[in-house]
């Protein structure tokens, strides 16, 4: 067993899959009473030893979690890995007076940290945000029988066994038939296979001299164009524009009121008509 264990600590399921898996598997399952001693010496003495030998022991079952959690099209090793730190939450946190096993404690711990990763990552825009939704989102993938859409009976079935309206049972079907596509994604191993992430037919005309000069010769006219409409008003109106709408921190109508001794009402007008003016210039 010893060997074992040294193994697993060497692995990682992010790095390689297939021997994590394997090696896991060869860890022997605690019997009752070895998994009782055990759970004693962690809860009653803090021994670490134990703790340890707790989680390597149920690492198996971590693993046959995350593979009934496969259809969310995520990373199965990102899953195994977060099902290994809610196991190690329940190790923390099981006491062994309670009378059951620990498997049937952690189960909890593992889903519920194996339920964060997928509502953060399954969809860049959040799908479940309410404990209602997430209830819905990972039932109603599990009832629905196929991929094609629910019949009006088969919504109506769903929102009466889970409590909520229809609507919102076809709003979730909706979202989960959504999909992300990745910016970036990886290039396939064949030349042959074609890949239609934005990155690879999305082109950056940031970088071309010509588009460069064009929005440099735009701004500078456009720019040239202002100031000239500018220098049609009057200074007061000129000044009222410049605080309100060019500078970093913005004048308010009441203060510009008190500079020039008016109210603000009249501010507002003489910025509305600054406006029109600048306007009318420009389309010219």
């Known amino acids: 067993m010893g060997t074992s264990l040294q193994i697993v600590e060497n692995l990682s ?3 390689n899959l297939d021997a994590y898996v394997q090696s896991v598997s060869a860890i022997p399952v605690l019997s009752a009473d070895e998994e009782r001693k055990l759970a004693e010496r962690l809860y ?3 021994d670490v ?3 340890r030998q707790l989680v390597m022991s149920h690492l198996r079952f971590v693993v046959h979690v995350a593979k009934s959690y496969s259809g969310y099209g995520l990373p199965l090793g990102d899953l195994i890995q977060e099902g290994n ?9 099981f006491d062994p007076t309670m009378g059951v096993r620990l498997v049937s404690f952690a189960v909890h711990w593992i889903k519920a940290e194996m339920h964060e990763f997928i509502l953060r990552n399954w969809r860049i825009v959040k799908v479940a945000t309410t404990k209602a939704q997430r209830k819905l989102f990972f039932n109603l993938r599990s009832m629905k029988k196929g991929l094609t859409w629910m019949t009006n009976d088969e919504v109506k079935a769903v929102a009466d066994d889970l409590g ?4 919102t049972v076809r709003e979730m079907e909706g979202r989960l038939a959504a ?4 910016f970036d994604a990886p290039v396939a ?19 071309d001299p010509a588009s460069q000069v064009e929005d440099a010769n ?3 006219e456009t720019e040239q164009q202002l100031m000239t409409a500018m220098q049609q008003l009057d200074e007061r109106s000129q000044d009222i524009l410049i605080q309100r709408w060019l500078r970093e921190e913005k004048a308010t109508l009441h203060e510009l009121a008190a500079k020039y001794q008016v109210s603000a009402e009249r501010i507002r007008q003489l910025e509305k008509n600054a406006m029109k003016k600048i306007r009318l210039a420009l389309e010219a």
């Open 164 to 167: 909520v309206e229809a609507k």
């Open 85 to 93: 730190v809610g196991l190690m939450k329940a190790v923390r946190r």
């Open 13 to 15: 399921p992010g790095r």
């Open 218 to 220: 735009w701004k500078q």
């Open 44 to 46: 009653y003495e803090e």
């Open 189 to 207: 191993d064949d030349d042959e296979t074609p890949f239609y992430a934005p990155a690879n037919y999305l082109e950056d005309m940031s970088a």
């Open 179 to 182: 999909n992300d596509t990745a």
């Open 49 to 51: 030893a134990s703790a």
